[in-house]
């Protein structure tokens, strides 16, 4: 498993990095908080998982400019119905912090105000998500 990858910033737009390790430039798929951390940056160490989608073959890197986002990025997948592109969305709309009150407060309209995110899907999310929070 990969933990991290540090290196020269080749490329940032909002939605990705291209990090040079070594001579191999990495693509990583970031969110809008990851990108406001690393957007003065020529350096950047960026937290990794490592999505592989068996039905298609394809592997991607998702990065976060610390541990605690991509650990919420974890817990976020793990809720049925919210994929790796959804949960990167919601952390592009929400801070760690920000998030973790809106499950915590119960806070349905704020959750399903996240584009491509329902009613159904936020409550979902409330319940699944409480507990571990």
Same mark, same amino acid.
């Given at each position: 498993?990969?933990?991290?990858?540090?290196?020269?910033?080749?490329?940032?737009?909002?939605?990705?990095?291209?990090?040079?390790?070594?001579?191999?430039?990495?693509?990583?798929?970031?969110?809008?908080?990851?990108?406001?951390?690393?957007?003065?940056?020529?350096?950047?160490?960026?937290?990794?998982?490592?999505?592989?989608?068996?039905?298609?073959?394809?592997?991607?890197?998702?990065? #976060?400019?610390?541990?605690?986002?991509?650990?919420?990025?974890?817990?976020?997948? $793990? %809720?049925? +119905?919210? =994929?790796?592109? @959804? /949960?990167?969305?919601?952390?592009?709309?929400?801070?760690?912090?920000? #998030?973790?009150?809106?499950?915590?407060?119960?806070?349905?309209?704020?959750?399903? $105000? %996240?584009? +491509?995110? =329902?009613?159904? @899907? /936020?409550?979902?999310?409330?319940?699944?998500?409480?507990?571990?929070?």
């Amino acid at each position: 498993m990969i933990d991290y990858i540090s290196g020269k910033i080749e490329e940032l737009t909002p939605t990705r990095v291209v990090i040079d390790n070594h001579g191999i430039g990495y693509s990583i798929e970031i969110s809008l908080q990851t990108f406001a951390a690393l957007e003065n940056k020529t350096e950047a160490k960026v937290f990794i998982y490592h999505h592989i989608q068996s039905s298609s073959d394809v592997e991607m890197f998702y990065g #976060f400019g610390d541990k605690d986002e991509r650990a919420l990025f974890e817990l976020l997948i $793990s %809720v049925s +119905g919210v =994929g790796v592109n @959804t /949960a990167r969305v919601i952390l592009s709309s929400f801070s760690a912090d920000e #998030f973790r009150s809106a499950i915590l407060s119960e806070n349905v309209s704020a959750i399903k $105000s %996240v584009k +491509g995110i =329902g009613l159904k @899907t /936020a409550q979902r999310m409330i319940l699944e998500l409480k507990d571990k929070i």
